[in-house]
């Protein structure tokens, strides 16, 4: 049913999720000696990505290969008539973008962005209590995304290569896009280590995100401050303790903000992440269920990025 090109470390991943389904029809990888490996190893033909286009039993194709690659692919597997799932950032430019969800709506195929932490139990609840205003009106957001680790050069910068699951996240908070776009980057080691982004929201609400691959500490949070609480997701923290709800509210006269109580919420760890996104593909492929992570929303992160108006010190 779906097959999957690029078989590095998180395409095996993806591979060993999906043959974990019996959903896995074949792999693909330039590297012979490690297709070779990974047939053997999950039980399936390794073809070449022809061989995979041609292939009527493969319905979906995974695309976990290099950033400057994605956009040329998919829309090869587009015109093949298969539904496709991109890792980030689906495209590199805005224009291979538009391309990639204009041949997926003309074709009627879903495109997949593979952005993980949408698909993480600690913050589908957040989204929920979110929406169901359980903190108030939001006042405002913080993502960061840091690590000292493994820098992507071929995805621009940090924002780019990280920033992008972040813009992902507050997408989905405000189920609206901004209005207004600011970003800063540095340069520490190399081009783009570290990034700033400010969103403006039309009912007022700012999101900022920090991205850096030339970071001490690793880090990976989302706070979302409201009237009446903030939820904290941190995934450095142990599984079924990501989400914590922090009571408090704001006052009409001095001190104006009242003391905090903290609370950790239950949710649904069991099922990780990864699977809960290769369960929606497939989910998607079958039943034409739109994904969490869409190609639409992919092309409005991408189009913010490419439009931010830089701040220049």
Same mark, same amino acid.
């Given at each position: =049913?779906? &097959?999957? *090109?690029?078989?590095?470390?998180?395409? $095996?991943?993806?591979?060993? $999720?999906?043959?974990?389904?019996?959903?896995?029809?074949?792999?693909?990888?330039?590297?012979?000696?490690?297709?070779?490996?990974?047939?053997?190893?999950?039980?399936?033909? &390794?073809?070449?990505?022809?061989?995979?286009?041609?292939?009527?039993?493969?319905?979906?194709?995974?695309?976990? /290969?290099?950033?400057?690659?994605?956009?040329?692919?998919?829309?090869?597997?587009?015109?093949?008539?298969?539904?496709?799932?991109?890792?980030?950032?689906?495209?590199?430019?805005?224009?291979? &973008?538009?391309?990639?969800?204009?041949?997926?709506?003309?074709?009627?195929?879903?495109?997949?962005?593979?952005?993980?932490?949408?698909?993480?139990?600690?913050?589908?609840? =957040?989204?929920?209590?979110?929406?169901?205003?359980?903190?108030?009106?939001?006042?405002?957001?913080?993502?960061?995304?840091?690590?000292?680790?493994?820098?992507?050069?071929?995805?621009?910068?940090?924002?780019?290569?990280?920033?992008?699951?972040?813009?992902?996240?507050?997408?989905?908070?405000? &189920?609206?896009?901004?209005?207004?776009?600011?970003?800063? *980057?540095?340069?520490?080691?190399?081009?783009?280590?570290?990034?700033?982004?400010?969103?403006?929201?039309?009912?007022?609400?700012?999101?900022? /995100?920090?991205?850096?691959?030339?970071?001490? /500490?690793?880090?990976?949070?989302?706070? *979302?401050?409201?009237?009446?609480?903030?939820?904290?997701?941190?995934? =450095?923290?142990?599984?079924?303790?990501?989400?914590?709800?922090?009571?408090?509210? /704001?006052?009409?006269?001095?001190?104006?903000?009242?003391?905090?109580?903290?609370?950790?919420?239950?949710?649904?760890?069991?099922?990780?992440?990864?699977?809960?996104?290769?369960?929606?593909? *497939?989910?998607?492929?079958? $039943?034409?269920?739109?994904?969490?992570?869409?190609?639409?929303?992919?092309?409005?992160?991408?189009?913010?990025? $490419?439009?931010?108006?830089?701040?220049?010190?």
């Amino acid at each position: =049913m779906i &097959a999957v *090109v690029g078989c590095g470390l998180w395409g $095996t991943n993806i591979l060993r $999720t999906l043959s974990e389904m019996r959903v896995l029809e074949a792999i693909c990888d330039e590297d012979s000696t490690c297709s070779s490996n990974r047939s053997q190893c999950f039980q399936v033909p &390794a073809l070449t990505f022809p061989q995979i286009l041609e292939n009527d039993r493969i319905q979906g194709v995974v695309l976990s /290969i290099p950033a400057p690659l994605h956009a040329k692919m998919a829309l090869l597997v587009l015109s093949s008539g298969k539904h496709v799932w991109i890792e980030k950032p689906m495209a590199l430019n805005l224009q291979d &973008a538009k391309n990639i969800c204009a041949l997926a709506d003309e074709n009627n195929l879903q495109v997949l962005v593979g952005h993980v932490i949408r698909y993480h139990g600690a913050f589908e609840k =957040m989204v929920t209590l979110i929406h169901a205003q359980e903190i108030g009106e939001i006042l405002y957001i913080d993502c960061i995304r840091n690590n000292w680790g493994r820098v992507c050069p071929w995805e621009k910068d940090a924002l780019w290569s990280l920033g992008v699951h972040d813009i992902s996240l507050v997408l989905s908070l405000m &189920a609206q896009r901004p209005v207004k776009a600011l970003r800063y *980057v540095q340069s520490c080691v190399q081009g783009g280590d570290q990034g700033m982004l400010l969103l403006k929201f039309k009912n007022g609400v700012h999101a900022r /995100i920090f991205s850096s691959w030339c970071y001490p /500490i690793k880090e990976q949070r989302c706070v *979302v401050v409201g009237s009446q609480g903030s939820l904290v997701f941190d995934d =450095m923290n142990p599984d079924g303790q990501e989400l914590r709800l922090l009571r408090h509210d /704001i006052l009409k006269n001095p001190p104006f903000l009242s003391s905090q109580t903290s609370l950790i919420l239950e949710y649904d760890y069991h099922t990780l992440p990864l699977r809960r996104q290769c369960e929606a593909f *497939v989910k998607a492929i079958s $039943t034409g269920t739109p994904v969490l992570t869409p190609g639409q929303e992919a092309l409005w992160g991408i189009e913010i990025l $490419t439009t931010a108006q830089e701040i220049m010190f």
